[in-house]
């Protein structure tokens, strides 16, 4: 609730200090006194539009400060912890507004955008004024009044939750087409150069073997003269292995069996004969693997190139294709699966549909009823207001399809007709002045309970009504003080009677200019200021005695 309001120099308030409490509290005095500069300065602390004609003329700025009390979990907590304010205790809104048009706007003393301070003063005040109201003539807040009336928040952030898996589910379903539609689109190519792949089939460690095979086959000539020529010194005309042979038959002969002496020759000779053997061999194997060599020096460079130039294409090392070519065919396989999740997802999304939907119409229904019990409640309201002749309903239209959104399927809006036979039509645009007024203190009343916002400004919600009019509504706007805090500026006795609360404002001269002042009334001086409101400026004694018994009617 409203616990404080501090004015500096705002027209002809030089410095206010204002302290409320909760219930009724009723701001009465005569026309002009600066009753209605008193909520403009509110509206600034609110985050409303500045106009510098607020400053005072002697002052170089207007400086408004309001202080509030809120339970901690009320909504506005939760969006300024959002912002990054940390709140503990009251809350304190300050705006200064200077002669040059610029605003300076504060949450407890941090820096704050008025847009900020208009959003958090949308959360705790709500002024119904003759011509000035918000809240209830916004048809976008109906749905959500109409939830809270009925008792259907619970179902309602359900079917919201409901939406929020819908929407999320059909995300994911076109991200799936998306890419099972770009994998298509890919997939001549895909196929294309896994057949080239297949077909050339690359090895690890095949571009250095090959680059070996092709430094060899170079040298071809030349290595294989030197291979025929070291075969013709071992094993031509004169092979070595034969002559060692030869030399160690001489020695054995002359030797006979005395070898003794021999031995060692005849051993080495035998050794020499066994190596040189192996040698022919060996050059004899050189010789044939060459001659075997499989493909041409043309060959290898071509297979060379080949594996070289798909490297380049995929952007691999040539040691790296086996691997892209397992990569490509698991893409290929995939896309062959993509069908198949794409099916699974579309039957996420049904379901997910299916739900919202079946969510949103059992709210519809629940929307239905409680806009019955809305109609009627508030239609016992009005006679008592001087009504009795107009209508009051609740619209409620299903959206199409496409409109369909968090808050259901449907669109709720409050209409009225003030006369029998008349179209209904917006409360804003169908009821004039003192008629809409009286109307918002109806809606009020019936909906205290279901509304979050803690204090409720009515601005001359009496106008052009008195006698046992003024009366109902001075018992309505009593009723409505005992869930929330309400502040009335009013002209009408019978109104004035019912508050919890009294204050008197006056203007008064000082020296060459006009100041306003606001006295807390109270017992005496409460009673004489009932009975000016009710005799005028002259107070006779009937009128006191008038007073006290509105005051004592209001008390009994």
Not at 131 to 157: C, S
Not at 250 to 268: C, M, N
Not at 279 to 284: E, F, G, H, M, Q
Not at 285 to 299: L, R
Request: charged residues 30%; hydrophobic residues 45%.
């Amino acid at each position: 609730m409203l616990a404080g309001l501090s004015i500096r120099d705002v027209v002809i308030i030089d410095r206010l200090d204002l302290n409320f409490r909760g219930g009724l509290s009723v701001l009465t005095g005569e026309t002009g006194a600066g009753k209605s500069i008193l909520l403009d300065a509110l509206g600034l602390a609110l985050g409303e539009r500045s106009d510098v004609g607020l400053i005072a003329s002697n002052s170089d700025r207007a400086v408004v400060c309001a202080v509030f009390e809120a339970p901690d979990d009320h909504p506005v907590r939760a969006l300024l912890a959002e912002q990054g304010f940390e709140i503990d205790g009251a809350l304190v809104l300050r705006r200064v507004l200077n002669r040059d048009g610029r605003t300076r706007a504060f949450i407890n003393d941090q820096p704050a955008s008025v847009g900020l301070l208009r959003r958090v003063g949308e959360l705790l005040v709500e002024v119904q004024g003759q011509f000035e109201q918000r809240g209830l003539l916004n048809p976008a807040t109906h749905r959500g009044i109409l939830d809270a009336f009925g008792g259907l928040t619970e179902r309602a952030r359900a079917t919201r939750t409901n939406h929020l898996a819908w929407r999320r589910a059909e995300e994911v379903l076109a991200e799936a087409i998306a890419g099972m539609e770009k994998a298509a689109a890919d997939e001549d190519y895909l196929r294309h150069a896994l057949g080239e792949l297949v077909s050339l089939d690359p090895r690890i460690g095949e571009e250095d073997e090959l680059t070996g095979k092709r430094a060899a086959l170079m040298n071809r000539d030349r290595l294989t003269a030197g291979l025929d020529s070291a075969r013709e010194e071992v094993a031509g005309r004169f092979p070595i292995e034969d002559a060692l042979r030869k030399a160690q038959a001489h020695l054995e002969r002359a030797s006979g069996d005395d070898t003794g002496i021999f031995a060692p020759v005849i051993a080495a000779l035998e050794r020499a004969a066994a190596e040189s053997a192996e040698a022919v061999n060996a050059l004899r194997s050189a010789s044939i693997a060459f001659d075997d060599e499989a493909g041409t020096p043309e060959d290898i460079e071509e297979r060379l190139f080949a594996i070289r130039e798909l490297a380049r294409k995929h952007r691999v090392k040539a040691d790296e294709l086996p691997e892209v070519r397992t990569k490509i065919a698991g893409q290929l396989e995939n896309l062959d699966n993509k069908s198949g999740e794409v099916e699974r997802l579309t039957e996420d999304r049904d379901r997910a549909r299916t739900a919202y939907l079946e969510a949103g119409e059992a709210l519809s229904q629940n929307r239905i009823e409680a806009a019955t019990k809305l109609d009627q409640a508030v239609a016992l309201e009005l006679a008592p207001l001087k009504l009795e002749k107009a209508t009051f309903a609740t619209r409620i239209e299903r959206l199409s399809e496409n409109d369909w959104g968090a808050g259901g399927l449907d669109r709720v809006a409050f209409e009225v007709a003030t006369n029998p036979g008349t179209p209904l039509g917006p409360l804003k645009k169908i009821a004039s002045g003192g008629e809409l007024a009286r109307f918002m203190l109806a809606l009020k009343v019936v909906l205290a309970q279901a509304n979050p916002i803690p204090t409720l400004i009515f601005d001359e919600v009496d106008t052009g009504i008195g006698g046992a009019t003024a009366a109902a509504v001075g018992e309505r706007l009593d009723r409505l003080a005992r869930s929330t805090q309400v502040l009335v500026v009013t002209h009408s006795p019978q109104v004035a009677a019912r508050g919890d609360h009294h204050w008197r404002v006056i203007k008064e001269a000082d020296g060459d200019a006009a100041v306003t002042r606001i006295d807390a009334l109270t017992d005496d001086a409460r009673l004489e200021e009932i009975a000016r409101m009710l005799s005028g400026r002259d107070v006779s004694d009937e009128a006191r005695s008038a007073a006290g018994r509105l005051i004592a009617g209001e008390a009994s």
